[in-house]
């Protein structure tokens, strides 16, 4: 029971963080974008995309290490050491191919902004063991506050820059200096200090547990940001700065809509990996629970765009609203993409999570590379249509996952798909009923016009689907921790 209360306790304060910090971020992010241009932006973009690649493929594994083994000391020695001489590599290589990469981009600048950026790779193996450290304790709270602290401190450093005439130095001091306040705050926080260098069978142990994690990582971070690299590549730096906007958007709308619940998934599927009707039908209503709640704020956030946009980055930025509603169209994908990884990794099917990580990731990729150069809508329908592939892909997935047909949980998903078209077109029609409305009156009609089709679709349609949605769902989750 304590274990389950600190979890639920845990959740809660991770859910709450996260709309805490994305919400101050924002407003950060919005004055920032008032004074910065987008081609200082794209650039920013191109450096993120770039150095966070590094970072995150050189620091995977040390978390997920000492939480397998919470309170082994060699084992996050092992950890931090591992990762720390990765990271060393890894800003090595970064600082001395920053001119070329600056020349393949025709980006001058981006060579200072790489070799300026290539510290955050090493600054993230101060932080990942404190970090496992206060999660492996439960202390989600602890961790939500300093991430939300790391947001607070690094953009308050980047205003002063950016609104005196230094955007690039203003986007590149706001990472680097919350990722110093988070190191520094979680180290103290968890009362931990770089270990001694362990011997090298500890050492060569490290490696071999996270070497894998570097190579999940790699995929899915091209699947969801790193394609940005490949876009840069085929369309000018300002047009990809827009881009950058409403791609940022649409991922921090499936934070909030279903992350917290993505979390749930594993531990539940876990619990009846061994009974497949069990499975199946926890996964059905897991799956109906998310699809209606990522669906409708996937509804609501495309209809009212244009107010979204231009009320929090200004009229700079209108070239990002049809970006944006185009984006929000993947919900489909994202709802089932969410599911199938810890469906496949409960079955013990770990070779299928990996081909079709790369999969997606490399559908992403091809979508980005050819449409990039026909402009920003381009590039938008064409990974919105990628997202139409993804769904038959996944269904395969579910299929060997669950080791029956996925045709009945496929077909929840019709109905919030008719209900997302109807309410864009709803919203759409009232929008132009009366063009000349305020942003706030454009964003409270077309979210409430959007979410009223929405429900009226998908809910009062199937009332009863609805009411037995909930009381399977918890029979589903009580029957699971039996």
Known sequence: MNLARGAARGAAWSFATVVAERSFGFVILGLLLRVIPASVVGLIAIASAISDLARLVANSGAGEQVQASPGDRNVEAAAFWSQFLASLLFMAVLFAAAPFLAALYRQPVLSLALRAMALNVVLTAFLIVPSARLASQFRFKVVGLISLGSTITGGLVALPCAFTGHGV???????????????????????????RLPPLPVLREGFRFSFPLMQAALVDYIAVTGYVMLAGLRMPVAALGEFRIAQRLFEVLQEVAFMPARNVFMPVLVAVRHDPARRFETTRHMLDLLSMVIFFVSAVCGAAARPIVLLMFGPRWEAAVPVFAVLTLMAPAAALYSVVNPLLTTAGRTRLVSRYAWANAATIAAAAWFAAPYGLLALAWALAARGVLGVGLFA???????????????????????????????????????????????????????????????????????????????????????
Request: aromatic content about 4%; overall charge positive.
């Open 169 to 195: 130095a203003a986007l590149i001091a706001q990472r680097t200096v919350g990722m110093m306040f988070y190191a520094v705050a979680a180290s103290i926080a968890a009362d931990w200090t770089p270990p």
């Open 396 to 482: 395969l997935a579910m299929r060997q996952g669950l080791e029956r047909p996925a045709g009945p949980i496929l077909r929840l998903l019709i109905l919030p798909c008719l209900a997302l078209a109807a309410a864009r077109l709803a919203a759409w029609g009232a929008l132009a009923i009366d063009p000349g409305l305020p942003l706030l009156g454009q964003l409270g009609l077309g979210g409430a016009v959007a979410g009223g089709a929405f429900t009226l679709l998908a809910v009062g349609l199937a009332p009863r689907r609805m009411r037995e949605m909930n009381q399977r769902l918890r029979r589903a989750l009580l029957g699971a921790g039996e």
